[in-house]
């Protein structure tokens, strides 16, 4: 039983992880940490959050669990005052989609305090952003990937796993860096082709966006995306993102040889492995 979580950013992810602990009475009390109080105030109108304050070091008082949910540069900025105001003792884990950055500093500065911290990123969300759109049943089924290092302990790995799954989650483990390649192939990549797949139609012909149907807006839907939020990631894992578009031009740079050589048996070759890829997916 966690008797005080703190929760740095209340807004899809915060909110909805706060929504969760509140439903499942895993916590005696829950604190929401932000900058604009009008942005707290309806997790606490609603029963969401007990307290609310925009000062850290208040927000972490006498917590055992910290949950950062800022975006993620701002995480990774915020960490030295977490370490600085968190107790002795207190578990800390972040809710960053990018992770290397997030645990190297974590590392550094654990190395002059011994705090308890383990990266993790839940793969759920949407292409809505804010406390509004946070859902009690947001984790249910969806995957949540640890980054734990050499240096962490078994018991606040396990406490932060049996946390995760007491919301309904599957939770992996994976090294940072490898977790950061992971998610610039399956997420981000994903967003930024997107974001141009939805420039590129404006570019060729910008009335056909007014005849899109469903194919379209389903496979452009993340570009409604926050865009402060995906500039943070995309310019976060640049270096691993990067070689995911290498991967991605080359695969669409086949498939166009294909097509301009107007050999269909090839062609359907090449779209039937891929369909058999994507059937697998569960």
């Known amino acids: 039983m966690i008797q005080r979580l703190a929760v740095v950013g209340v807004g899809l992810l915060g909110g909805s992880v706060a929504k969760a602990v509140r439903a499942q009475g895993l916590a005696g009390e829950i604190v929401g940490v932000g900058r604009d109080p009008g942005r707290l105030a309806p997790a606490l109108a609603d029963g969401t959050l007990d307290r609310v ?42 809710v960053g989609s990018t992770k290397a950055a997030v645990v190297r500093t974590a590392e550094r500065l654990a190395a002059g305090r011994p705090i308890a911290f383990v990266g993790g990123h839940p793969m759920a969300g949407s292409e809505q952003s804010g406390y509004g759109v946070a859902r009690a049943d947001l984790f249910r089924g969806a995957a949540v990937v640890l980054t734990p290092t050499d240096a962490t302990e078994p018991g606040p790995l396990k406490a932060l796993t049996e946390f995760w799954e007491a919301l309904g989650a599957r939770v992996s483990i994976l090294d940072a ?106």
């Open 53 to 94: 304050t925009t000062d850290l070091a208040t927000g972490l008082r006498d917590s055992d669990f910290v949950l950062l949910a800022a975006p993620v540069r701002a995480i990774e900025s915020l960490l030295p005052a977490v370490w600085r105001a968190v107790p002795d003792g207190a578990l800390v884990t972040d």
């Open 177 to 282: 860096d490898a977790h950061d390649r992971a998610v610039a192939a399956i997420s981000h990549l994903p967003h930024l082709v997107a974001y141009a797949l939805v420039a590129g139609v404006a570019r060729v012909e910008p009335g056909a966006l007014d005849l899109a149907a469903r194919g379209f807006k389903d496979t452009t839907r993340i570009a409604a995306s926050d865009a402060r939020v995906w500039e943070e990631i995309f310019l976060a894992n640049r270096e691993a993102l990067g070689r995911s578009l290498d991967a991605f031009r080359a695969a669409l740079a086949e498939l166009e040889r294909l097509i301009a050589a107007g050999d269909g048996r090839a062609l359907r070759a090449a779209l039937d492995d891929i369909k058999t890829r994507r059937e697998a997916l569960r």
